[in-house]
């Protein structure tokens, strides 16, 4: 078992940073790839970034592309999103995945994931 718990969420106006964290807990932490989703109230959970287990490679949705920038530390068994030039069609409910994977490029699809975390609320103010 791996679980996963996201810090860092609050409101910030257009054009701001935030900083998520996903501190895991169990199982070797360095053999999961890992990755960040979002879900507004009534839509799907969507893909934003993932980052494989050796930070080897990094995938991002098109839409924070160049904005968002996803990374990890092992040693302390947490991983980062960090969000730039942030929009009011951020807002959302960020969640923290993680699934068992030691292969070159980490999943995009919600369906490969394993553990999740419970979310953290972003909110971006126009």
């Known amino acids: 078992q791996v679980q996963l718990v996201e810090s860092g969420g609050g409101l910030v106006q257009a054009g701001g940073s935030l900083r998520l964290s996903c501190a895991a807990s169990?199982?070797?932490?360095?053999?999961?790839?890992v990755g960040w989703f979002r879900q507004v109230t009534g839509k799907e959970r969507d893909f934003v970034a993932a980052?494989?287990?050796?930070?080897?490679?990094?995938r991002y949705a098109d839409s924070v592309e160049g904005r968002f920038t996803i990374s990890r530390d092992n040693v302390k068994n947490t991983v980062y999103l960090q969000m730039n030039s942030l929009k009011p069609e951020d807002t959302a409910v960020y969640y923290c995945?993680?699934?068992?994977?030691?292969?070159?490029?980490?999943?995009?699809?919600?369906?490969?994931?394993?553990?999740w975390g419970q979310g953290t609320q972003v909110t971006v103010s126009s």
């Open positions: 995945a993680a699934y068992s994977s030691t292969i070159l490029y980490p999943g995009t699809y919600r369906s490969q994931y394993t553990y």
């Open positions: 980052i494989s287990w050796n930070s080897g490679r990094t």
């Open positions: 169990g199982r070797t932490f360095s053999n999961y790839a």
